[in-house]
């Protein structure tokens, strides 16, 4: 198996920045995200604090982002990862329904909006899933909840229904719901999710579902979810100024860092971590 020098986990301005800075630096890089970047910037109507670039619009700084990072020759891996185990010498990534491998890591993953639905987190891996391509063949012939925060999730909900003997399909978001016929769409709001040794249905404001498994699919997975024993606080990793988390080889940047959320700042830490990363695998190297 190959294994990376470094994993970069996010395609906004952090992830894009540092993709660039190990790229010059010569280092062997796994990009995973969006290859449409971030629909953050892409919706963001205009950015007026971005230096060189006065009063661009969000879709226009996204392309020049794009146009940049393909310049450079760097492909973006479309995909989620939903888990990121530290195995002392390197990480293993899952990113859908491979395992991958890196020498260090970059989480650029953006923040987590909101708390994690009550039952989330003690159900999570017991009937609790954050990636449908990953454990679909867990629920062959059997009920499931998908839980979308985003469009482009549809796509996860039509990939398990084609094993799953159910899907129900709740859309948090207000784009027209384009899925499988073999999809059923319910509008509700999520309340809680209950089980007794599994997750067993997800309770809302228009009733009770049954259920024997439940993708809870957001835009980023918290980090402490995302990565075990990393240290965070709040919805934000913990890192000092060069990016570094409590995790050897491990870093952290843009708004999954901390405030402010700026694109501006996102892109320089981006670029920090990159070059924290980079030294940290030179020092590796260098003491072998």
């Known amino acids: 198996m190959q294994r990376y020098d470094i994993a970069i986990i996010g395609t906004g301005p952090a992830g894009l920045s540092a993709a660039l800075t190990a790229k010059v630096r010569n280092k062997s890089i796994l990009l995973i995200g969006s290859k449409n970047s971030s ?6 109507h205009e950015i007026q604090n971005y230096l060189g670039l006065p009063k661009i619009a969000g879709a226009d700084m996204q392309k020049a982002f794009l146009d940049h990072v393909a310049s450079m020759d760097i492909e973006i891996t479309e995909g989620r990862v939903s888990t990121v185990y530290a195995m002392g010498d390197y990480y293993s990534l899952q990113v859908g329904e491979e395992m991958v491998e890196a020498s260090s890591v970059i989480l650029a993953t953006g923040v987590v909006q909101g708390k994690p639905l009550p039952g989330e987190e003690e159900f999570l891996g017991r009937g609790v899933s954050y990636c449908a391509t990953c454990d679909a063949a ?34 948090m978001y207000q784009e027209e719901v384009e899925v499988s016929d073999k999809v059923k769409v319910v509008k509700a709001i999520p309340k809680e999710i209950t089980g007794a040794l599994k997750a067993n249905a997800l309770v809302t404001d228009q009733g009770t579902l049954e259920t024997d498994g439940i993708f809870i699919l957001r835009e980023a997975v918290a980090p402490g979810q995302l990565v075990p024993g990393l240290e965070t606080e709040g919805p934000h990793v913990k890192v000092d100024v060069s990016m570094k988390t409590n995790l050897a080889g491990c870093f952290a940047c843009g708004d999954i860092a901390g405030i402010p959320y700026q694109y501006i700042k996102s892109a320089g830490q981006g670029n920090v971590a990159a070059l924290s990363a980079v030294a940290y695998l030179d020092q590796k190297k260098h003491s072998a």
């Open 138 to 171: 867990l629920y062959k012939g059997k009920k499931t909840i998908v839980v979308a925060y985003a469009k482009k999730e549809e796509a996860e909900a039509n990939f398990l229904a084609e094993m799953a003997g159910e899907v129900v399909y709740i859309p």
């Open 39 to 44: 629909v953050k910037v892409e919706k963001a």
